[in-house]
C-alpha cells in the first residue's frame, strides 16, 4: 500500500479477536518502535509487552476505573463503529480485551516523554495496520498502574522507579465480521499557509 493510503487505512480499531498475534508481526512492529525518532537521539522510551490475559484484563480495568472520560452526546462521540469507554458505559476494561497490550515507559524527569511516545507509537500503529492488525492509542497510561495491584505489576516488570507509563499500544486481529471503520471527515481550515 502507498504511505498516504497507508495512513489514511489506519483506524483505531476497540474490537478484538481473541487470538494472539502473529510473534513475526509483533517483532515487525516493535521495530518500527525501535526506528522512530526520538528527542536528541536518546532512544529512552521502554517498550514493556504484555500478552498475559489476566494481567492485561486487570490493568484494563484499573484504567477504566480511574477513567473520568467526557461521555458522548449523539452529536459528540468518538467512534460508533468502535466505541470506546467515553462512547460506552458498559465498557469495563479501557483495554477493550487486546490480546497485546505494549506499555510505553519514559523517564520522569523527561521533557519530551509525551513526543517521544507518539513518535513511536504512530510508527508502530503503521506498521500493524501494514500487516493486518489493529491498534489503538491509549493515553494517560499511569492511571493503569494507579492501584496496588499495579504497582505490584512495576515491581515484577522491574521497571525503574525513575521511569513512568506514559500510555499503551493495544494490538490485535479486528473482530472478524467488523467492517473496517471509516474516518471521520477532516475539519476544514486546520492548514494555514502564509
Ligand atoms: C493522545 C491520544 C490518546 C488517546 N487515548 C485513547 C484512549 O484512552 N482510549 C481510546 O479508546 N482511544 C484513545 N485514543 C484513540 C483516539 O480516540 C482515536 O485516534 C481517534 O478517535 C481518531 O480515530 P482514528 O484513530 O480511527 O483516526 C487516543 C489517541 C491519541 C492520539
Not at 500478552?51 to 468518538?78: C, F
Amino acid at each position: 500500500m502507498e504511505l498516504l493510503e497507508l495512513m489514511k487505512h489506519r483506524r483505531a480499531i476497540r474490537r478484538f479477536d481473541e487470538r494472539q498475534i502473529e510473534e513475526e508481526a509483533l517483532q515487525q512492529i516493535l521495530e518500527a518502535g525501535l526506528y522512530a525518532p526520538s528527542a536528541g537521539g536518546r532512544q529512552g522510551v521502554l517498550f514493556a509487552v504484555c500478552q498475559d490475559r489476566a494481567v492485561n484484563e486487570r490493568l484494563g480495568k484499573i484504567k477504566r476505573a480511574n477513567s473520568k472520560p467526557k461521555m458522548a452526546t449523539a452529536t459528540a462521540y468518538v467512534s460508533k463503529q468502535q466505541p470506546s469507554i467515553a462512547d460506552d458505559p458498559n465498557l469495563k476494561n479501557a483495554f477493550y480485551n487486546a490480546p497485546t497490550v505494549i506499555t510505553f515507559f519514559a523517564p520522569k524527569n523527561f521533557l519530551f516523554a509525551g513526543e517521544d511516545c507518539a513518535c513511536a507509537a504512530e510508527n508502530m500503529m503503521l506498521m500493524a495496520d501494514s500487516l493486518g492488525v489493529g491498534s489503538c492509542y491509549i493515553g494517560q497510561g499511569w492511571t493503569a498502574f494507579a492501584d496496588p495491584y499495579g504497582q505490584e505489576i512495576l515491581k515484577k516488570w522491574e521497571i525503574c522507579t525513575d521511569y513512568f507509563a506514559v500510555m499503551q499500544l493495544l494490538l490485535g486481529y479486528p473482530k472478524g465480521g467488523d467492517d473496517h471503520p471509516t474516518s471521520k471527515p477532516r475539519r476544514d481550515g486546520r492548514i494555514l499557509r502564509f
